[in-house]
């Protein structure tokens, strides 16, 4: 903590003397517990004092959950769990982290991951070091997984908006009396599933934020279950003639690699444009005689596997059902794995089918995936165009790594292009209230090859957060959308090293439709990007 309160400027120590908590803070917090009793449906199960520095055990995690066991917590804050009933059969459990130092009255929501079901207590760590009194929730139900849903459409219809909605109404009135002073201004930020979170707010209830920050987001939920159902389809499982092991995969990964890196100029690991890369697998296939083991080739059915796994998924009347995978990002992905897909697996299990013994390879299907999107329980597709949100005057900032091997980065592109023609509104329009960032190098939601760190959900923990300036990336640049008026044209990317938290890179990624452009010199400093 010392060291980096020595890297901070005098300026933010100035601030931070000043926002000493007082005893009446601190005693005001802990009898919220008693004093706060908004209505029926809501609980106060807890609420303390936190002095920065604690380290807080997550009373909920659950082992499905990847957020660890204990968060040690960077700001003096008030925590506050409510639980909040959302039907006779449902409800959500929430925490409130509301810090001394509140800057400018700002309220943030973060959203969930997956089938989520856990808090976010990482984000909220340093989201509340920000100086926003933040609000996560674990969307309805206890851990990464369906089960819970299994007979209880009440969790069902949590998972698809009214969590998110719940929690976001009960956190603002939370907030707003523990302060005894109104919100200014409220923000939203997610990514995966938390970015269709975000895409559900902007589309049907907008008013709830004034900026909207929505990550790689798994919306078109439906068809995105179905192409991962497709991917097992297709590749198959150990022992089939089309299955590659993960060591093969690999190599198609460096294949790809050699083939596309290229195209933009500059041969730097990452792939700045991957929806022009075409991958081509038979490049890899043995020739008479050879085989893997002799000479790490695939044979034609492998290859025959592969072209068509990069292939758009297809409908049976030729509609898309869903975009093509990502090439360049085959290997930070489990779709490749050998199992039915896990996520679509309980969803079908225990969303629609409400039956634990339902069997993937006996059922699924193009029809099936069809079916499914029909069926589409509580509109959890999530693919209605943002003409509620245009009327607020809201913002919504997407943007979606383009190394992404769990949700292909071209859905976004997709969700773009599919609200311009159903809205009838140019690029230039929809950038008065929505701008879509593609990250070349970013894996899904953190990590990758590329400047992936862009102060989003899910980086923050994953470095020394705290070292690194928060100016440019996508949570700061909305705010400054929101509050000055200036709207993002581009942002600041860097590519930081995971185990040493060292900056190796940064960039500026460019606003879509613009592209990341390499204009000569050093591949590693931005100067030698444009956006064009
Ligand atoms: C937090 O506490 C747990 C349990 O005592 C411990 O295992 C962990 O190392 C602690 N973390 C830090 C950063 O002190
Ligand atoms: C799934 O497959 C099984 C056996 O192949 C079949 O009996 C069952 O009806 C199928 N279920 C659905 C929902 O299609
Ligand atoms: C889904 O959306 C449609 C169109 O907005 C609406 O009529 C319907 O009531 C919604 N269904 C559910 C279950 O929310």
Redesign the pocket.
């Given at each position: 903590m010392k060291s980096v309160i020595l890297t901070w400027t005098a300026s933010v120590l100035f601030s931070l003397a000043a926002a000493a908590p007082s005893a009446g803070f601190e005693q005001q917090c802990a009898r919220l517990a008693q004093s706060y009793s908004p209505d029926a449906q809501t609980k106060v199960l807890l609420s303390e004092f936190v002095p920065a520095g604690t380290?807080l055990?997550n009373p909920d995690n659950h082992p499905s959950c990847q957020t660890k066991?204990?968060t040690?917590t960077l700001a003096d804050m008030c925590r506050l769990r409510l639980k909040v009933a959302t039907s006779d059969t449902s409800g959500l459990e929430m925490e409130a982290w509301m810090p001394v130092d509140w800057k400018e009255n700002r309220y943030l929501v973060l959203g969930n991951g997956g089938l989520g079901g856990c808090i976010a207590y990482p984000d909220m760590t340093f989201t509340t070091w920000l100086g926003f009194a933040t609000v996560a929730h674990n969307n309805g139900h206890l851990g990464d997984t369906a089960k819970p849903m299994l007979n209880n459409p009440g969790v069902v219809e949590d998972y698809a908006y009214r969590a998110i909605k719940t929690a976001t109404k009960s956190g603002k009135k939370a907030v707003s009396h523990f302060y005894k002073s109104p919100l200014k201004k409220s923000y939203y930020m997610g990514c995966s599933s938390g970015g269709r979170q975000g895409l559900k707010a902007a589309q049907d209830f907008p008013e709830e934020f004034d900026g909207i920050v929505a990550g790689a987001p798994a919306n078109d939920f439906n068809n995105l279950f179905s192409i991962t159902g497709n991917y097992h389809k297709i590749m198959g499982k150990p022992g089939d003639a089309t299955y590659l092991s993960q060591e093969q995969w690999t190599a198609i990964r460096d294949l790809i690699i050699k083939q596309c890196d290229g195209l933009d100029g500059v041969v730097d690991g990452v792939i700045e444009e991957p929806r022009i890369c075409n991958p081509r697998p038979e490049a890899m296939m043995c020739a008479a005689g050879q085989t893997w083991k002799s000479h790490k080739c695939i044979t034609a059915t492998q290859a025959s596997a592969v072209r068509k796994f990069f292939e758009p998924f297809y409908g049976s009347d030729g509609n898309l059902i869903y975009p093509r995978f990502d090439p360049g990002a085959e290997v930070t992905t489990d779709v490749t794995g050998g199992e039915s897909p896990q996520f679509a697996t309980e969803w079908y299990k225990y969303a629609v089918f409400n039956d634990p013994n339902w069997d993937f390879d006996s059922n699924f299907s193009v029809a099936f995936a069809e079916e499914m999107n029909r069926i589409d329980l509580y509109n959890v597709s999530t693919w209605k165009d943002l003409t509620a949100l245009k009327k607020t005057g809201h913002k919504l900032l997407t943007y979606h790594g383009l190394q992404d091997g769990l949700i292909s980065s071209e859905n976004s592109y997709r969700y773009y292009e599919h609200v311009s023609r159903s809205m009838s509104l140019t690029s230039s329009e929809l950038d008065e209230f929505y701008r879509y960032f593609p990250i070349p190098g970013q894996s899904h939601c953190h990590s990758g090859d590329g400047n992936w760190f862009i102060g989003a959900t899910s980086q923050f923990a994953r470095t020394k957060a705290t070292e690194i300036p928060t100016e440019g990336g996508v949570l700061m640049s909305m705010v400054k959308w929101v509050e000055e008026g200036v709207a993002p044209e581009r942002i600041l990317g860097r590519n930081i090293d995971l185990a040493t938290s060292v900056e190796k890179s940064s960039k500026e990624h460019c606003k879509w439709p613009l592209k990341n452009v390499y204009l000569g010199g050093d591949a590693n400093v931005k100067e030698s990007w444009g956006c064009q």
């Open positions: 380290n055990t066991p204990f040690v």
